[in-house]
């Protein structure tokens, strides 16, 4: 039976409202795009366009993102881990591009050391369905190229789906080029999409080239795309909610409507990451009260344009992992998990609004993340979970640990924590560890735990070639 | 292959599988001891092994032992006839459990019953609301090794001490190990009644005890 599971912070006439605000921004206001190959398709499909603007018919819009599946799967190179996003599926995936790590509140730039291990950690992560993309910035490879490397590291050393390159179209037909002999060449690629990519707007109403460039290359090729829209309440959007997600929809409704025209049916997420801005300091904080409504909302802004929604994450403003971590992190997380969303970018790692990763706040994550995975499970309600003849046979007063019901219910039921401590204080205080010191155990389990999965020699020489040609090429 | 079976029917904690079993034992007239020993017994270490490494959880670990029992219910006589012939089987240690007078809780006192058996102890497990006398007539009776007191309340528990005093009195007090546990029970207070140990865990009263009558 389906989960009963659905978090509502948007009544249907709610919905209507933003949607009929999204589509007067798009075509009184126009969405700026720096991209020319994008704007000429736009304008050869009937949209007005002045200079760089494009005005967007609201049927045309419309019609444009029925065009967008509701559901689709996600081919990896080991088919246990293929993803479907869509329907009631949540799909997570780890914290994306920090620039800098955290160990035990002492910040530095992240290296290509670190991006291993967060690749094996999200490779042995049972509860993570993707390996990543651009998991942390390594800073000691050089910036042009470092993309490659990325890439080539996700597909020899994960059999899991992975996130593309959003670096402009360059980025994405080297994506196409590394992952097409993996498997079977570009039309198999078309027919079997493999890889997803983030597309972030620029708030408010600007597509930029890079992005652009990117989206348009992903959509010739079928290769599903993340819209996804970051307006900052106060600053790079109204301070109300409802208007900053007028604005956030019809950014994304542009993305859409741009993907299916290229390629009508090209796999889109409905993409939000939007959160307030600290009108003390100016900076964005992601993880509060608003943000997670924010998530919600999406969540029920996508199943009515009938569409897949990325939205949410363990998203944090702290600097360390500490309750603040924790209970923020929780929070972005559980709303829109309640709400339905389908893919969960940033679930796990992220401190300090998207800018340091933390290895033991990326356990930590996991664990809220599997939480509410059995949460957004439901409860399953029939004449054997309800129990009836086995509470009659227990009778007042005597327990249920011995019966044959409950050994066999209780493993499917509950879920077995991977670092919440459960043990008697007299067995905690041993060792008096906090979920800190637990998460790096965990951590180093984890990567103790990491298999290398192979990959066909040859295949490793013809990637390693095309990198080796593309590097000579970027760094001239 | 029967010893297989038998230790499979306590790992399953397959009640209806045991009586089968158990009459197969008596009607072929297959060694009870045997059977208990290298057949049942086997199984409920096994069981204990897996639950130590977090492979097997609380109702294998408490149907393995109701499965245990019930076929040394059945093997009684027989075993009894055994070990008035000469033949011993190993046994770890003989421990009386219950709960105190005054307290009807038993979830945690049956978890730790269960564990005891599991770890190979010939458990008697009194049940609730237990006289301290009820405790000494019990291990007299069997020759136990250790008494267990459990309660969970903080009015119950000056029932543990009445049992270390009791035992005292009688001139018993050597005789017996006397250990405590329960919510508000410590290692503090089992100290200040003089009990021989405390355990806030099933698996902790376990080492607990072999500790005690190692």
Same mark, same amino acid.
């Given at each position: 039976m389906a989960s009963q599971v659905s978090l509502r912070v948007l009544t249907e006439d709610d919905i209507k409202q933003v949607h009929e605000s999204s589509l007067r921004l798009l075509q009184e206001v126009g969405i700026e795009i720096e991209y020319q190959p994008a704007v000429d398709i736009l304008r050869d499909a009937g949209q007005r366009v002045e200079g760089t603007r494009v005005y967007f018919d609201p049927d045309f819009v419309q019609k444009k993102v029925a065009e967008a599946p509701e559901e689709f799967t996600v081919y990896a190179r080991d088919p246990e881990f293929?993803?479907? &996003?869509?329907?009631?599926?949540?799909?997570?995936?780890?914290?994306?591009?920090?620039?800098?790590?955290?160990?035990?509140?002492?910040?530095?730039?992240?290296?290509?050391?670190?991006?291993?291990?967060?690749?094996?950690?999200?490779?042995?992560?049972?509860?993570?369905?993707?390996?990543?993309?651009?998991?942390?910035e390594p800073s000691d490879l050089d910036?042009?190229?470092?993309?490659?490397?990325?890439?080539?590291?996700?597909?020899?050393?994960?059999?899991?789906?992975?996130?593309?390159?959003?670096?402009?179209?360059?980025?994405?037909?080297?994506?196409?080029?590394?992952?097409?002999?993996?498997?079977?060449?570009?039309?198999?690629?078309?027919?079997?999409?493999?890889?997803?990519?983030?597309?972030?707007?620029?708030?408010?109403?600007?597509?930029?080239?890079?992005?652009?460039?990117?989206?348009?290359?992903?959509?010739?090729?079928?290769?599903?795309?993340?819209?996804?829209?970051?307006?900052?309440?106060?600053?790079?959007?109204?301070?109300?909610?409802?208007?900053?997600?007028?604005?956030?929809?019809?950014?994304?409704?542009?993305? &859409?409507?741009?993907?299916?025209?290229?390629?009508?049916?090209?796999?889109?997420?409905?993409?939000?990451?939007?959160?307030?801005?600290?009108?003390?300091?100016?900076?964005?904080?992601?993880?509060?009260?608003?943000?997670?409504?924010?998530?919600?909302?999406?969540?029920?802004?996508?199943?009515?344009?009938?569409?897949?929604?990325?939205?949410?994450?363990?998203?944090?403003?702290?600097?360390?992992?500490?309750?603040?971590?924790?209970?923020?992190?929780?929070?972005?997380?559980?709303?829109?998990?309640?709400?339905?969303?389908?893919? &969960?970018?940033?679930?796990?790692? &992220?401190?300090?609004?998207?800018?340091?990763?933390?290895?033991?706040?990326?356990?930590?994550?996991?664990?809220?993340?599997?939480?509410?995975?059995?949460?957004?499970?439901?409860?399953?309600?029939?004449?054997?979970?309800?129990?009836?003849?086995?509470?009659?046979?227990?009778?007042?007063?005597?327990?249920?640990?011995?019966?044959?019901?409950?050994?066999?219910?209780?493993?499917?039921?509950?879920?077995?924590?991977?670092?919440?401590?459960?043990?008697?204080?007299?067995?905690?205080?041993?060792?008096?560890?906090?979920?800190?010191?637990?998460?790096?155990?965990?951590?180093?389990?984890?990567?103790?735990?990491?298999?290398?999965?192979?990959?066909?020699?040859?295949?490793?020489?013809?990637?390693?070639?095309?990198?080796?040609?593309?590097?000579?090429?970027?760094?001239? | 292959m029967l010893l297989d079976q038998l230790k499979e029917a306590v790992i399953n904690g397959d009640q209806d599988e045991i009586k089968v079993l158990c009459n197969r034992v008596l009607e072929e007239k297959f060694n009870p001891v045997e059977a208990v020993q290298n057949g049942l017994i086997k199984g409920i270490e096994e069981l204990g092994r897996l639950w130590t490494e977090g492979e097997m959880f609380l109702p294998d670990v408490m149907m393995g032992a109701d499965a245990l029992k019930l076929a040394l219910d059945i093997l009684g006589p027989e075993l009894a006839k055994a070990e008035a012939a000469g033949i011993k089987r190993d046994v770890k240690g003989k421990i009386v459990i219950g709960t105190v007078k005054g307290d009807i809780h038993d979830i945690g006192k049956n978890i730790v019953s269960a564990m005891m058996t599991a770890a190979g102890y010939e458990v008697y497990d009194l049940g609730i609301n237990q006289e301290v006398a009820a405790f000494t007539e019990k291990a007299e009776e069997v020759g136990a090794d250790i008494i267990a007191l459990s309660a969970l309340l903080t009015t119950t528990m000056p029932e543990q001490k009445k049992l270390v005093d009791y035992l005292r009195e009688k001139g018993l007090r050597d005789k017996y190990k006397v250990i405590i546990g329960g919510g508000p029970t410590t290692q503090d207070w089992a100290d200040e009644i003089g009990a021989d140990g405390w355990s806030e865990t099933a698996g902790g009263a376990i080492a607990l005890c072999d500790q005690l009558t190692a």
């Open positions: 293929n993803v479907q &996003i869509g329907g009631n599926n949540l799909v997570y995936v780890p914290g994306y591009g920090a620039p800098f790590i955290i160990e035990r509140g002492k910040r530095r730039a992240t290296n290509w050391e670190d991006y291993m291990n967060f690749l094996k950690l999200a490779h042995v992560a049972k509860d993570m369905n993707l390996s990543g993309g651009m998991l942390v910036e042009r190229t470092r993309y490659l490397d990325a890439l080539y590291a996700h597909i020899r050393y994960s059999t899991k789906c992975l996130m593309g390159s959003s670096y402009g179209a360059e980025g994405a037909n080297d994506t196409i080029e590394l992952l097409a002999p993996v498997f079977g060449g570009r039309e198999a690629l078309k027919e079997k999409p493999v890889v997803i990519t983030l597309i972030n707007t620029i708030s408010p109403l600007k597509l930029d080239e890079r992005q652009t460039g990117a989206l348009l290359e992903y959509a010739k090729m079928n290769q599903p795309v993340i819209i996804a829209s970051l307006v900052m309440a106060g600053s790079t959007g109204p301070a109300t909610l409802a208007g900053c997600m007028a604005v956030q929809n019809a950014e994304v409704l542009a993305g &859409i409507t741009l993907a299916q025209t290229v390629s009508p049916g090209t796999p889109v997420i409905y993409g939000c990451a939007s959160s307030i801005t600290d009108m003390h300091s100016g900076s964005v904080s992601i993880a509060n009260g608003e943000s997670s409504l924010m998530a919600a909302a999406a969540a029920q802004m996508a199943k009515f344009y009938g569409v897949p929604c990325r939205s949410g994450g363990g998203l944090t403003d702290s600097k360390t992992v500490d309750g603040q971590a924790g209970y923020e992190a929780a929070v972005m997380l559980f709303a829109p998990v309640s709400a339905g969303t389908n893919i &969960i970018l940033h679930t796990a790692g &992220i401190l300090q609004y998207w800018l340091c990763m933390s290895y033991e706040k990326f356990v930590q994550d996991l664990e809220i993340a599997g939480m509410l995975r059995r949460f957004r499970r439901g409860l399953e309600i029939n004449e054997d979970t309800l129990a009836v003849e086995v509470v009659s046979k227990v009778g007042p007063g005597n327990h249920f640990l011995n019966q044959m019901h409950t050994r066999k219910h209780h493993r499917k039921e509950f879920r077995k924590p991977l670092l919440s401590d459960r043990q008697s204080y007299e067995g905690w205080v041993l060792e008096s560890l906090t979920s800190e010191d637990r998460a790096e155990r965990v951590r180093q389990q984890m990567l103790a735990a990491y298999e290398d999965p192979g990959l066909d020699e040859s295949l490793q020489r013809e990637l390693q070639s095309y990198i080796e040609s593309r590097k000579a090429e970027l760094l001239k | -």
